[in-house]
């Protein structure tokens, strides 16, 4: 790829990234949901089921241990219920023939993608932190050091890209708002069936065996260990690969339905 070829395409990326930008300005009815839903389900585990489902958690055995715990897992669930937002995001253009006007436009393609991807990753760090705030306030005590929040941090940035390079895809393979933003639910139903909310150990051995082995118990894990002080072993390792396999595969078939779409 020529200099030229590469100045255009880092051009053309942040003309769309401040055109995703804009559009969440412009629609906060969009973003609103996205903060406020993970914010509910951690009021509902905390004081709702947090006294039952915290005692055996730890010394206290209560809803201060609970709330230590069920934080990593309600920071996934901002993280995916986001890639509602990106999937609609996407199938918008795709439907509305925005798409097919950039395509008679001389315009690195991907271009439009990243928009989204960058976008959609705003969003999302406007939730989690807005959740992180929430659990501070109801009483989440981590004991994370600097360089462990930037760890956390890192991971939680990767995980986002991944989820959100699917939902990007879900967007391109919709025919229909309606169904973009129903696809994305699949996500959001993962972190309930890993160690999010409960230990695996509590689980049926067979439903244990799937949660200890799909790609979000080993984030989990990792920013539980990283935020409280947990060793975090080789979780990291795998969580850093599934998040990067992910957003690899995912990014490659994105835009390859982007190069094949005719534009809807």
């Not at 609609?88 to 097919?100: F, N, P, R």
């Not at 967007?171 to 699949?186: K, R, T």
């Not at 051995?205 to 949660?211: C, K, P, T, Y």
């Amino acid at each position: 790829m020529s200099t030229t070829t590469i100045q255009n395409a880092v051009t053309d990326s942040t003309m769309m990234v401040r055109r995703s930008l804009k559009h969440i300005l412009r629609y906060p009815s969009m973003t609103v949901p996205l903060v406020i839903g993970p914010i509910v389900f951690l009021l509902l585990f905390v004081y709702v089921f947090g006294g039952t489902l915290g005692a055996g958690l730890g010394k206290s055995g209560g809803r201060g241990d609970y709330v230590n715990y069920v934080t990593p897992g309600v920071l996934l669930l901002a993280v995916t219920s986001a890639a509602t937002a990106t999937a609609v995001a996407v199938c918008t253009d795709m439907t509305q023939g925005i798409v097919a006007r950039f395509r008679t436009m001389s315009i690195f393609r991907p271009a439009l993608l990243a928009g989204h991807v960058v976008g959609s990753m705003v969003q999302t760090f406007i939730s989690v932190a807005a959740v992180l705030g929430v659990a501070f306030a109801v009483g989440f005590r981590p004991s994370a050091t600097p360089l462990e929040w930037l760890g956390a941090a890192g991971i939680l940035a990767l995980l986002t890209l991944s989820i959100t390079w699917i939902a990007v895809i879900m967007g391109l393979v919709s025919e229909n708002v309606e169904m973009a933003s129903n696809l994305p639910m699949l996500l959001m139903i993962l972190p309930f069936f890993g160690s999010g909310f409960v230990p695996t150990d509590s689980m049926p051995s067979w439903l244990a065996w799937i949660a200890r082995n799909q790609p979000f118990t080993p984030v989990m894990e990792t920013l539980r260990g990283l935020m409280l002080g947990h060793p975090v072993g080789h979780q990291a390792l795998l969580a850093v690969a599934w998040c990067l396999a992910i957003a690899a595969a995912a990014f490659w078939g994105a835009t390859a339905l982007l190069k094949r779409e005719p534009g809807r």
